[in-house]
């Protein structure tokens, strides 16, 4: 299966994504390529949807976005159209930076980031909690980050072809 990622594809991956911004020539390099092999091989990898895109991590305190909450959210039902209208809900909310559908006594887990606190309040008050399909929401507002990365774990040197 042409499908299937070997060490070098790995390798690559490990690179864009600790550094989006390298060139396929400085990528080609540091994996010991020539460049068009490498290019091909990156524009493959977009070709299969694994690089999805390519982004800058910005710093959310020197933007001001100095709260995280993590929202536990119950549904008050699971019918046809409850689930797909709360995540088409969610989609539509910049502050909510990730939603999961979860296991357990809660339907979904948000992340969601604002300038403060009362700034989620209101996310809270006038959006939120008027949901039509939401019957619960329990929110917990992280005092400190302990670890942040996007970085998946390739490790590439163990990988065979």
Known sequence: MRDKLDKMDRH???LL???AGLSAA????KVGLTQPPCWRRIKR???LGIIQKRVALLDQRKLGLNVTVFARVKLSAH??????EFEEQI???????ECHTVMGDYD??????TRDIDTYETL?????????TVQEIHSNAALSRIKLTTELPLDFNQMTT
Request: glycine share 2%; proline share 7%.
């Open 79 to 84: 019918g046809k159209r409850s689930l797909p």
């Open 45 to 47: 990898l977009e070709d």
């Open 108 to 113: 979904f887990l948000l992340k969601i980031v």
């Open 17 to 19: 994504q600790r550094d």
């Open 124 to 132: 809270f008050r006038q959006k939120l909690s008027q949901m039509p």
């Open 91 to 97: 989609r539509e909310l910049p502050e909510v930076l």
């Open 26 to 29: 400085e990528i080609a390099d």
């Open 12 to 14: 690559i991956l490990y």
